[in-house]
């Protein structure tokens, strides 16, 4: 993304729960967005901040993040994840201990 680029906070929420769950059921992430509305309403505002985080995705001339048979994803052949290279690092010095 843009250097520069600020995003709304519900499209920053979403973002983040669908890169640390890697995979997330999209009404999952309604739900954990959305905990004081009803099922129809949490969906709702998903879909609405959905389309705003795709616009913002597809400006990186990639389709890293997808929406699929219910469940919303980052692809991580697509884009780097410094937390997965912290956890690889971590994982390399516990062996090496």
């Known amino acids: 993304m843009g250097p520069g680029l600020e995003l709304r906070l519900r499209v920053r929420e979403l973002l983040g729960v669908i890169v640390s769950n890697r995979a997330i059921p999209r009404d999952t992430a309604a739900c ?8 129809p309403a949490a969906r709702s505002n998903l879909r609405v901040t959905l389309s705003h985080l795709m616009r913002v995705v597809e400006g990186t001339g990639s389709t890293w993040i997808t929406s699929r048979h219910g469940v ?11 937390v997965d290279e ?12």
């Open 32 to 39: 954990l967005l959305w905990p004081d509305k009803d099922l």
């Open 72 to 82: 919303l994803a980052v692809d991580t052949s697509l884009v780097r994840l410094d």
């Open 86 to 97: 912290f956890t690889s690092a971590e994982a390399l010095g516990r062996q090496a201990e």
